[in-house]
């Protein structure tokens, strides 16, 4: 029994062991948020910079992230841009011969909800979410993006 082989980590990742595989590739955190993205809109921007501003902080954001992060801010001003047009045209258009059908914007929002909810929570944006996340502790504990992710508790 005493001549068991060792594997060595690198071994056991060439191999596929779950364990020794990180689950994503080794990025660095951005430094500055990336320019506001042509054509979005009032609100998606404000959310862009709010929010985006406070991720970098906390460097939570990589370069892979861009895409999905602009997805989402855009994901909100669809949601507010269909809640307006709502407001402005009710929740009932005419269909044919007279009846009032739903307007198609319901479905529109709905759905925007629904993939704003799932994206937020990739980037833990939600309190269960935040409590998920293992971020390096840093030396400050004053950080206003430690009290927005984890309000002030790490």
Same mark, same amino acid.
């Given at each position: 029994m005493g001549d068991?082989?060792?594997?060595?980590?690198?071994?056991?990742?060439?191999?596929?062991?779950?364990r020794f595989v990180k689950n994503s590739p080794v990025t660095k @955190? %951005? $430094? =500055?948020?990336w320019p506001v993205p042509a054509g979005l809109g009032d609100q998606g921007r404000a959310f862009y910079h709010r929010v985006g501003r406070v991720l970098v902080q $906390? &460097?939570? #954001?990589?370069?892979? !992230? =861009?895409d999905s992060f602009v997805l #989402? $801010?855009?994901t909100l001003d669809t949601i507010h841009e269909a809640t307006e047009t709502l407001k402005a045209e009710g929740y009932t258009i005419a269909g044919? =011969?007279?009846? $009032? &059908?739903?307007? *198609?914007? %319901?479905? #529109?929002?709905k759905n925007a909800v629904s993939d704003f909810l799932c994206l937020i929570g990739r980037f833990g944006l939600t309190p269960? !979410?935040?409590?998920?996340? !293992?971020?390096?502790?840093d030396?400050? @504990?004053?950080? *206003?993006a430690r !009290?927005? #992710?984890?309000?002030? =508790?790490?």
């Open positions: 068991i082989k060792r594997i060595n980590d690198s071994q056991k990742k060439l191999q596929g062991h779950d @955190p %951005i $430094a =500055r948020l $906390a &460097k939570v #954001l990589t370069e892979l !992230d =861009r #989402l $801010a855009s044919t =011969r007279g009846t $009032a &059908k739903t307007h *198609p914007c %319901i479905s #529109l929002r269960k !979410d935040r409590s998920q996340i !293992d971020l390096p502790v030396s400050n @504990p004053k950080d *206003p !009290d927005f #992710l984890f309000g002030g =508790r790490k």
